[in-house]
């Protein structure tokens, strides 16, 4: 499991997308209270004092999320699940849809496969959003 504090969104969803167990943090929390609960975890975050002050404590140094997944990923654990295998929002395990007979109109159907987070009621197919995804990994050097 890693800690992601609230200013790294975008960073939660790629690492969703590659697999990893996370919790997004409420920027509402102060430092103290992130540590107390979360301080056995790798904390990654966009504070420099909460990085400093967590015993795991990573400073994620840009705004831009294919820089921060390039300086992350080397030094995070191998990931929980396959990738694609969770909902970006939630983190739950997404479930392959068998009968496409009751997908909603704008889920297309022509996918060769589609998944579904019970969780949030959503559903993912391969489009645009992973090919986006796929480039900006590739442009850092890893392969999906
Ligand atoms: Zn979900």
């Known amino acids: 499991m890693i800690v992601l504090d609230a200013m790294l969104g975008r960073l939660s969803r790629y690492l969703r997308l590659l697999g990893y167990d996370l919790i997004c943090v409420s920027s509402d929390l102060s430092d103290d209270i992130i540590i107390k609960e979360y301080g056995n975890y790798l904390i990654l975050t966009r504070d420099r004092n909460l990085a400093r002050k967590a015993p795991k404590g990573i400073y994620v140094i840009s705004d831009n999320v294919t820089e921060q997944t390039k300086q992350v990923l080397p030094i995070l654990p191998k990931p929980d699940h396959e990738k694609f295998s969770l909902c970006t929002i939630c983190g739950n395990n997404l479930t392959e849809v068998v009968d496409r ?44």
């Open 101 to 144: 007979n009751k997908l909603p109109e704008y889920v297309p159907k022509d996918k060769d496969k589609i998944y579904y987070c019970e969780k949030c009621n959503k559903y993912y197919w391969y489009g645009s959003h992973l090919k986006n995804f796929e480039k900006s990994m590739g442009k850092i050097g890893i392969e999906i």
